[in-house]
Nanobody, 127 residues
Framework: QVQLVESGGGSVLPGGSLTLSCAAS????????MAWFRQAPGKEREGVAA????????FYADSVKGRFAISRDSDKNIVYLQMNSLKSEDTGLYYC????????????????????WGQGTQVTVSS
């Protein structure tokens, strides 16, 4: 079994930065891909970024390319999401997720393909 715990959320002004962390425990073989998703009130959960745990290939939603960066510390079993140039539309509950599946590029940011989820951490971007 895999457990995921997010931290690092908070309130920030537009243009500011935040770094989210996701601490993972359990079998590493159960986590072929790790990803960050977010959900704003009244909206569907959307994929933000994903990283393959072995190849370290990275995938980003178009809305965050050039602003967000996903990374992994394999020694500490932590996945990070560095968020820069934050906008009000980045506001939401951010979830860390993992899957043992090998997904296609078209699937890596699709919530229904992930098996393990954290409880979420709130990010609010507002002036």
């Amino acid at each position: 079994q895999v457990q995921l715990v997010e931290s690092g959320g908070g309130s920030v002004l537009p243009g500011g930065s935040l770094t989210l962390s996701c601490a993972a425990s359990g079998s590493t073989f159960s986590r072929n891909l790790m990803a960050w998703f977010r959900q704003a009130p009244g909206k569907e959960r959307e994929g933000v970024a994903a990283i393959a745990t072995r190849s370290l290939d990275k995938f980003y939603a178009d809305s965050v390319k050039g602003r967000f960066a996903i990374s992994r510390d394999s020694d500490k079993n932590i996945v990070y999401l560095q968020m820069n140039s934050l906008k009000s539309e980045d506001t939401g509950l951010y979830y860390c997720a993992g899957t043992k599946a090998s997904l296609s590029v078209g699937q890596v940011l699709r919530a229904s393909d992930y098996d393990y989820w954290g409880q979420g951490t709130q990010v609010t971007v507002s002036s």
